[in-house]
C-alpha cells in the first residue's frame, strides 16, 4: 500500500474508534449505577484528561518548534541571497541563526520529553480502560444486554487500537507526525481526488497536478487546505 493509502487506512480506524467511543459513552449513560465501576470510570476520565492536556502541551511545543524553524529558514535565505552586503550586518545575522539553531536543539530536547509524557499518559488510559473493561465484564451477567453491549463496545476499541498502534509502529516517523500534526487543525487529514478536486477543500487541481497526485510515491498536501491528498 502506498504512503498516502497507509495514513488513509490510520485515518479509517481513528474515524471507528472515534464512532464506538461515542456509542459506548451513550451505553455507558444507560448503565445502572455500581460504585465500584464509576470510580473506575472516574479513574479511566482523569487519565483521558491527563492524556488530552499531555497531548495539548505536545501541540503547543511542536507550534514554537515551527515558528523557530520558520525564523530560522528566513534569516538563512536572507544571509545568502546576497540581499544583505554589510559585513558587520551579515556576521550578526549569523550569530542570531547560531542562537535560533541553539533554541531549535532545545526545543527538540523538548519535544521529545513531551512526546514521551504523552505516550505514558496513553498508556495509562489504555490500562485504565482495560480495568473498566474487566469489571464490566464481571457485571455482564448481572446487568443485562447494556453492559454486554459496553463490553463488546471496549473490545472494538481495543482492537481498534492494537491495529492502530501495528499501523503506527510500520508508519515513517515523518509521515506520522504529518497526521498527527494535521489532525488537531483539520478533519478529515487524507483525502481522495473528487473530479480532480480536493475532495477536503474542494479547490480544484491542474491536470499536472492530478497525474502527479496519481503516481507519487510521497506523500501530497493540497496547497489551498494542507490535506493530504490521494487518488
Known sequence: MSRGGDLLRLQEIDSR??????RL???????????????LRRESRR???????AD????VGEREADVLRGRARTLDRHLYDGSVRNPQEL????????????????????LLALMETAE???AAVRDANATVVERETE????????????VALRAAIEQH????????????EADRALYERLARRVQPVVVRIIADSCGGCHMPFASSEVRRIRVAESLVQCSECDRIVVP
Open 17 to 22: 474508534i472515534a464512532h464506538d467511543g461515542a
Open 25 to 39: 459513552r451513550d451505553v455507558e449513560a444507560q448503565i445502572a449505577a455500581d460504585p465500584d465501576l464509576d470510580r
Open 47 to 53: 487519565r483521558r484528561r491527563e492524556q488530552s492536556a
Open 56 to 59: 495539548e502541551e505536545l501541540a
Open 91 to 110: 556576521l550578526g545575522m549569523q550569530h542570531d541563526l547560531q542562537s535560533l539553531r541553539a533554541r531549535i536543539d532545545g526545543q527538540d530536547d523538548r
Open 120 to 122: 505514558a499518559a496513553a
Open 139 to 150: 457485571r455482564a451477567g448481572h446487568a443485562g444486554e447494556l453492559v454486554e453491549q459496553a
Open 161 to 172: 487500537d492494537r491495529e492502530r498502534a501495528e499501523l503506527n509502529a510500520a508508519l515513517p
